[in-house]
Structure formats: structure tokens, C-alpha cells
């Protein structure tokens, strides 16, 4: 007989808060990423904002996710999409004011959600305070011992101070211009020129995070995630690193403004602030390292909770590399204690169901949209894959919904300002921050009245959450499911390990417990043994009498032997 994914009811709200009220909730939590800019807004003007988050919250709840996480929404110029802060106290008017996001905090909490918030800890604005007084009091000031001033090399200081290039591009330097008009220091910014690097060996820097942190949790946040977690610390004398093409050293080697041991410190004592709070707040780290062993160290007891699996998420759809990469990060996360997370899309990555489309070795940002069916196809049953494995799983919005990369925006539309830097990163990030759709018409597709501040491409609305809901077979109901059954079954997301069965070539199928996942990463359909009754598939799964099921081409089933 042939099974199609199942389509159960949410789970209702009484059920969700007891989930989330549980203890230890981020060691198999499945938290949604909100791009707030491009999730929902509220007021009409084309930018989301947080009462158009808060108004999506029974959305969220329904859909089965444990937490939320804000991407940046504080007081800021916006020079990178609100990674370039001004007031780390403070909301930005186009996202609206702090009763706003006390309202946001109160009302997930009341539906049995966790909100985490972004934290940006390795730049400010070059508009922050500190910078602002930094470069107005001149030479000497000692307000610029909190960021990396330095000058310049050559006969007059026309060189930059050490070789060190942006991440954005071009070098790691912009030289100022004194209160008197002379041509004077420079500063380091390991991104955009607006993105001062503020200066960790400065106690102030310490004491002003430490207050941040105190501030955030006062208003009653779950966790911040941590941005550029693996970038606060620089190495000694901020020496040359001697390569050009420096890009491609990074997640090869530690370099001497990455994955410096002494950042380890500065989490210590964090994890010391968080452990005074009730509730089991969390930190999660975004560390780039050349290794999952390196970044196990970012996990250790007394430091942060989890760290963003970057070597899972750009992991081709191949069964070998997949189970090498699941067994490195179990075996790396084992001794430390920590759990294991798993993402495949994210606000700086092309969405994974266009990744998939492309042939492999393309890289995270990819510019061709592909065979739309294939990438579709290798999502969901990646999905699957991941929703089964141990840890914690992280969706970015609008992927329950299958959204494709947005891969022709025309130049002038858009805004990564990556991409007006030239040399660097690719700059093409704005494919996965147009924003989602959560009607068939409208001016943009239920976003909000106004249109929307990057376009949405024709017949974005049959994607859409209206169009999806309900609907047998969708992306949409298809994670609606699994959430539901991930959330109901206490073998699914808990524990540290697989038990892997054999299996044919190109097929990964593992045990746990009383459950058993079978992805066939392969283009052609596969027979395996029907380990008992199917929970889900990706696609349609046929059993026969012999005791055997049949999967299509990149498809991933969930069998229960209870």
C-alpha cells in the first residue's frame, strides 16, 4: 500500500506550554528564526516589525516550534540589516519601542514559547556612543581604547596597520579624519567600514556586555544568540596574517582575529550572569571554526548551551557525507555534554531548497535558481533527516513554506551591503530575506499593506501559509507533522547518538529506540526492509507483502516499531 505524509491536528496550547515549561527544554528544542524585517508588518510601511512578529505568534505556536529567535531589532543606522547597533537598550523605530517588545515577550511566553534575542558583541555601529565621542575627541581619547584604533604604516600613515581584509571585502581598515581635518588613525572592522570592532581587552567593553546581558534578562528573554561569537578576541599585536584571498583560510585555520582561545573567558563569566536567573536561559553561539572539535569548546559546562552546526549546514545531499558529519559532531559534542544542533537555512545562507537544486560545490550563496523540483524534493526529505537526529534543530522562516533563494532581484533592489563591496562575500544575500507570504493576494501577499522593502517574485502567494494550510502533501503540513509527532515521541530529538543500520548505497538508516529514519539520498527510487508502521515521508512511500518499502529519489521516511 502507499503512504502519504500524515497531516495531524496542532497540538493544542496546553499541551505546548507543558513542552515548553520542561526542563533542560533547549537539548532537543526546535527553534524558528524570525528575519523581523521580512516576517510581518503591522503599520503598512514594507518593513516587518515586532507587532507584526507578535500578531504570527499563534502561527509559530501551531506550527510545533519550542523558541523563537529575533534576528536584531535594536537602534540602529541598518548600514547591515541591524548587525551594526547604535543602543543595545533600545528598538529601532521601524520595529517599533521596548513596550512592544515586552508585549512580544509576554504574549509568546503566554502560548509556551521562548524568545531568544541577537546580540552583537563583537561591533557597534560606528553611530554608537562610544564611537561617535571616540573619533569627536581626537587623537588620545580614551574612549578609542574600546574599539582598535592604530596608525598607520608608511612614511605620513597611509598604509593600513596590518594586512587583515574585511569580511565584506577590501581591507579591515578605514583611516579617519581628525577633529582638525588632518588625515589621522584607523580602525579595524572585520566588516563593514559602519561595524567598528570594539576592543575586548578593555574592561569597559566586559562591564557594558555584562549590563546588556543583565537588561535583556530583566525584560524576561529565554537566551541571546550570540553573533561573531568566535570574533571578540584578536590576537597579541594584531600581527600580519601574510595571505591575500584570506576568505578562503576562513573555516580552515584559526586565524588572528578568529576562534582565539581567550574569548572562552568572556563566556565563563557570561554563563556565570545567566546561571543567577531562573527559567534555564540559554546562549547560543554563531562560531565559525576549522573543526566541530574546535567548536565543542564553546560548549563546555561552564560556558555557552549550543553552537550553530555550520558543517552540517553546508554539507552536500550525499548519504556518505552526511553520516561523516553526523558522527564528527555526536563524537565532538559527547565529551563536553552538549547537544548537537542541526540547521540547513539561515538569513546569510541561500535557502537549502535551492541549494539542492544546484549540482554540489557551489558553496552557501549560490546565484542560479536550479531545478526547482529536485531542490524542493531534497528539502523535505532533509528535513526529515534532520528532525530525526539527536539535539536541537533550527528552521529559518519560510522554509516550512519550501521558499526557494529569490535569485533574480534586480541589482538595483538590492540591499546586502556586501554586495557594493566588491571583493568579499558574495553579496547576494537578500535571495533569503524577501519577505514570506502568508496569503495568495494582497499587495504582498498578507506581509502587510504597504508592499514590501525587498519585491516578492510572481506567484509567491501559492506558497504561501493560506495556500499551504490544509492542503495534503504540503511543506507546510508536512513540518506541521513532523513537529507534532517530533514533540509527542521522547526518542526523537533527546540522547547523543544513532545506532546506523545497514543499508543500501547511497541510503542512510539509523535506529532510536523505537524509531527508525531512511533517507535515500540517491536519484532513483530504493528498496528496504519496512522497519515497521510509517509515521511520515517526504513523498509517497509504498510497502509490500514481502515486508519491504519502496522510496522515490530523495525521499526520507519515519518508521515506528511500536
Not at 109 to 126: A, F, K, T, W
Not at 372 to 384: I, P, V
Not at 407 to 427: C, I, M, N, S, T
Not at 524 to 544: F, I, M
Request: glycine share 10%; with cysteine; net charge negative.
Amino acid at each position: 500500500m502507499s503512504q502519504q505524509p500524515a497531516a495531524p491536528a496542532p497540538a493544542p496550547t496546553s499541551a505546548v506550554v507543558t513542552v515548553a515549561k520542561r526542563r533542560d527544554w533547549w537539548r532537543d528544542a526546535v527553534i524558528y528564526q524570525v528575519y523581523p524585517r521580512s516576517f510581518a508588518d503591522s503599520d503598512g510601511d514594507g518593513m516587518g516589525d515586532l507587532e507584526g512578529v507578535r500578531s504570527r505568534l499563534p502561527y509559530l505556536r501551531d506550527l510545533g516550534v519550542d523558541a523563537v529567535w529575533l534576528s536584531p531589532f535594536y537602534a540602529s543606522p541598518q548600514a547591515d540589516a541591524g548587525y551594526d547597533v547604535a543602543d543595545y537598550r533600545a528598538v529601532d523605530p521601524m520595529f517599533g519601542n521596548l513596550l512592544d517588545a515586552d508585549a512580544l515577550i509576554r504574549d509568546a511566553h503566554e502560548l509556551g514559547l521562548r524568545i531568544i534575542v541577537d546580540l552583537v558583541p563583537n561591533h557597534s555601529s560606528d553611530q554608537h556612543e562610544w564611537f561617535k565621542r571616540a573619533l569627536a575627541e581626537g587623537p588620545g581619547s580614551s574612549l578609542r581604547d574600546r574599539y582598535h584604533f592604530r596608525p598607520g604604516k608608511g612614511v605620513s600613515g597611509e598604509l593600513p596597520p596590518n594586512d587583515w581584509e574585511s569580511i565584506f571585502g577590501g581591507p579591515a581598515w578605514t583611516r579617519i579624519t581628525e577633529p582638525d581635518g588632518s588625515a589621522g588613525e584607523w580602525y579595524l572592522h572585520l566588516f563593514a567600514p559602519e561595524q567598528p570592532d570594539f576592543n575586548w581587552d578593555h574592561p569597559a567593553v566586559g562591564d557594558e556586555f555584562r549590563s546588556i546581558l543583565r537588561f535583556w534578562l530583566d525584560m524576561g528573554v529565554d537566551g541571546f544568540r550570540i553573533d561573531v561569537a568566535h570574533g571578540l578576541v584578536k590576537a597579541a599585536g594584531l600581527p600580519d596574517l601574510g595571505a591575500h584571498d584570506q576568505l578562503k583560510l576562513l573555516g580552515n585555520d584559526v586565524m588572528p582575529f578568529f576562534d582565539q582561545d581567550g574569548v572562552h573567558e568572556i563566556y565563563r563569566q557570561w554563563r556565570l550572569i545567566l546561571d543567577e536567573y531562573s527559567g534555564e536561559q540559554i546562549f547560543v553561539a554563531e562560531a565559525w571554526t576549522p573543526t566541530i572539535e574546535r567548536t565543542a569548546n564553546y560548549v563546555r559546562p561552564d560556558e555557552l548551551h549550543q553552537a550553530f552546526n555550520f558543517q552540517y549546514l553546508s554539507t552536500a545531499w550525499d548519504a556518505a557525507e552526511l553520516r561523516e558529519v553526523i558522527d564528527r559532531t555526536l563524537d565532538s559534542m559527547r565529551p563536553v555534554g552538549a547537544p548537537a544542533t542541526w540547521v540547513l537555512s539561515n538569513h546569510d545562507v541561500t535557502r537549502h531548497a535551492t541549494r539542492f537544486a544546484n549540482p554540489p560545490g557551489l558553496g552557501t550563496q549560490i546565484r542560479t535558481a536550479g531545478d526547482r523540483e529536485l531542490g524542493l524534493r531534497r528539502a523535505r526529505a532533509a528535513t526529515l533527516l534532520m528532525l530525526a537526529l539527536p539535539g536541537s534543530a533550527y528552521v529559518y522562516q519560510g522554509e516550512e513554506l519550501g521558499l526557494p533563494d529569490v535569485v533574480d532581484l534586480a541589482d538595483e533592489v538590492r540591499q546586502d551591503p556586501a554586495y557594493f563591496r566588491g571583493a568579499g562575500q558574495d553579496g547576494f544575500r537578500d535571495g533569503c530575506r524577501v519577505p514570506i507570504p502568508w496569503t495568495r493576494e494582497g499587495s504582498s501577499y498578507g506581509f502587510g499593506d504597504g508592499g514590501s522593502w525587498l519585491p516578492q517574485p510572481a506567484g509567491w502567494g501559492e506558497l504561501s501559509v493560506a495556500a499551504q494550510t490544509g492542503a495534503p502533501g504540503s511543506t507546510l503540513e508536512l513540518y506541521r507533522s513532523a513537529l507534532g509527532i517530533r514533540s509527542s515521541r521522547p526518542d526523537l530529538g533527546a540522547g547523543d547518538s544513532v545506532e546506523w543500520l545497514k543499508a543500501p548505497e547511497g541510503v542512510l538508516a539509523f535506529r532510536r529506540g523505537e524509531f527508525v529514519c531512511v533517507a535515500n539520498t540517491t536519484g532513483e527510487s530504493v528498496t528496504t526492509p519496512a522497519y515497521g508502521r510509517v509515521l511520515l515521508a517526504s513523498d509517497e512511500v509504498t510497502e509490500t507483502d514481502a515486508g519491504e518499502a519502496k522510496l522515490p529519489a530523495d525521499t526520507t521516511v519515519w518508521f515506528t516499531t511500536a
